[in-house]
Every structure is written in structure tokens, then in C-alpha cells.
């Protein structure tokens, strides 16, 4: 579970105050699946940083009691100097898992033959959204974070391998996922909520949380 209470966030742009929370209050419940609709500009990225402990509120308190994932696209645990594979293998002890299954399976997943064991600062930005999607898949969380606006992957062949993972992962977990768009929140969500003007709305479905999100477009 997540749980935000009286969380206020804002940043000043050097211009004026941007409020991206103000006194929220609201819970991520596991086995229910939640996509948040925000427009462009918003705060979705902070926001999915706040839920993984990557930035802190600046009044309020949040509460993690699951095994949350870092955020889609988050490479801050990782070395660019090093490899794919290096990498696996590290984060794999941090985690105390296994770093030879978790290699083999980022490894199977990205499939970028001789450069998974080359450094990481010399990938394309697909390749490196590959191997950072791959290592969250590999780790099982209870509560999976995506944020639309990480870079993703134009390969057929691994969104395919990577969705079916996903499709397992969720089976058994609950994902969070924020975007702009409605069409993207269908497939995995079962609630939905709107972050408007510092605040956010929760709704028992997505249909009705597009009629806010849609009127507010």
C-alpha cells in the first residue's frame, strides 16, 4: 500500500509557484490497479517519484508498507560506464537475488547480442529504455510504478517479450501508471483518478474519471 497524507509538493519556477499536491490525501490499495490522467506539465514524473521515495514532500507524510518499484525509465541505479550485464549483476546483489538468473533474464529480454556486455553510455536511448525496463521486470515488486513520459521502445519483438512479463508480473502485483492519455490506462488499470490543480480525484472506474479529465481538456 501507498498512502499519501496531506502531501503538498511544489516547485518555484523562477517565474511563479507550481503546485503539483496541495494537502492530497488519498491510498494506492494492492490488488487494485490505479492509472492517474494528468495533462502535460502537471507533475506526473514527480509524482511517481514521490510514490517511489525518489522526492520527498514538502509537508505531509507518505506511507510504504509493499514492495514498491523504482519508476519506469529510473537509471539512477545504474553505472553508464559499465555494461548491461555488469549492471544486471549488481543490481541483482542489491536486491539479494540471484545475479546469474537475473543477468540471463535481462539478457533474453533486451537481446542486443554482443552489446549487453558493452557499456551502458554507448547505447542508443531504445536500447538503454530496453535494459532499464528489463531490470524492472526482473525484480518482482508488489506494486509496479510507470510514468508515460519515460522513454520507451519502438522494437517489436521486445515490447512483445516485455508485455507478456508484465501481463504475469500483474497477475500477482498492482501497477500505477500516469499518463495523459485514457487509451493507455484501459488495458491494466481497474481505478483511475485525475491530478487537476494540486488535487487528486479518485473514481471506482476509468470511464468515470475520463469525464472529468475530459471535460478539464
Partial sequence: MIEFKNVSKSFWTGTQRKV???????TVELGQSMGILASNGTGKTTLVNMMAGL???????ITR?????????FMGGVVPDHSAAENSRYIARLYNLDPDYIEAFCRYLVDIDEYFDQPLNTYSSG????VSFALLLALEFD??????????????EFNRKAGNVLHQRLMKSTV?????????????????????DGTLYK?????EAKQLYDYDA
Fill in 20 to 26: 503539483i499536491l496541495n494537502q492530497a490525501s488519498f
Fill in 55 to 61: 522526492e520527498k514532500p514538502d509537508e505531509g507524510t
Fill in 65 to 73: 508498507s509493499s514492495r514498491i518499484s523504482f519508476p519506469l525509465g
Fill in 127 to 130: 536500447m538503454r529504455a530496453r
Fill in 143 to 156: 506494486i509496479y510504478l510507470i510514468d508515460e513520459g519515460m522513454p520507451g521502445s519502438t522494437d517489436a
Fill in 176 to 196: 500505477v501508471i500516469v499518463s495523459h492519455s485514457p487509451h493507455i490506462l484501459e488495458k491494466y488499470c481497474s481505478t483511475a483518478a485525475v491530478l487537476r
Fill in 203 to 207: 473514481f471506482d472506474s476509468l470511464e
